[in-house]
């Protein structure tokens, strides 16, 4: 099996009937902006090439964002905040995201998610985190070969995330680090890195800033072996 194999799978996932009513009235029910779009409404796979060095993973799809276009961090202010700082350091095509089907290339990094549907309140419960584990196990299983960093946002994605890389057969220190914003663990050949959630909780109000997200992903660019802009 393969990523694209994997990601066919993973958008026809039925396992959680909350997020399945949730994601799919969403879809029907539209925001008054979007009227005209028929929204994707399954889960969302990952984005970017099968040989990255370089992995983000964030929380879950946005109900009007990822759960729209069907593609991670893409049609919301998150994603607007995260691809323009991974075009202003080289690693993506352009600083936008507004579609599947936009050009948008990533370079050397892979976005994901611990959670693959978009929940209501953007608040999976644990069980749901749970059930959608093993898709993320599967995917870092398959990165393994070229994957020398990952940049987890959030401490939802941090703890979601944990297990899963014990699970694709990295060492993961025990007790389990704390998520902290700036946070370096190795996991015995992968370099984890923390960073505060791009919401707009935290752009808005400062507690994450250009600055501050620039310079995680730089530092985490570096240790997978990705070059950088000044």
């Given at each position: ?6 990601d066919h799978r993973i958008t026809g996932c039925r396992a959680c009937p909350r997020l399945v009513a949730w994601r799919e009235e ?36 946005a109900a009007h964002g990822a759960n729209r276009t069907g593609r991670m961090f893409t049609g919301d202010r998150s994603g607007d ?22 050009g948008l290339e990533l370079y050397g990094l892979r976005i994901t998610s611990p959670v693959r549907c978009a929940p209501p309140a ?109």
């Amino acid at each position: 099996m393969n990523l694209s194999d994997l990601d066919h799978r993973i958008t026809g996932c039925r396992a959680c009937p909350r997020l399945v009513a949730w994601r799919e009235e969403v879809a029907r029910t539209k925001r008054a902006a979007f009227a005209d779009w028929t929204y994707w409404g399954r889960p969302v796979p990952g984005f970017g090439p099968a040989d990255a060095s370089l992995l983000i993973i964030g929380l879950a799809p946005a109900a009007h964002g990822a759960n729209r276009t069907g593609r991670m961090f893409t049609g919301d202010r998150s994603g607007d905040v995260l691809y323009e700082a991974l075009y202003d350091i080289g690693l993506a095509s352009q600083p936008t995201a507004v579609s599947a089907d936009d050009g948008l290339e990533l370079y050397g990094l892979r976005i994901t998610s611990p959670v693959r549907c978009a929940p209501p309140a953007n608040k999976p419960t644990p069980e749901e985190r749970d059930t959608c584990r093993s898709w993320l196990v599967e995917e870092l299983t398959l990165l393994r070969p070229t994957l020398r960093a990952v940049v987890v946002l959030g401490a939802f994605g941090w703890q979601a995330a944990l297990p899963a890389f014990a699970a694709a057969g990295w060492q993961v220190p025990r007790p389990r680090p704390a998520f902290g914003h700036g946070t370096q663990v190795s996991l015995g050949g992968l370099d984890l890195f923390g960073c505060f959630h791009v919401s707009q909780r935290n752009t808005f109000t400062g507690k994450l800033t250009p600055a501050m997200l620039r310079g995680v992903l730089r530092t985490a660019a570096g240790a997978a072996g990705l070059p950088t802009t000044p």
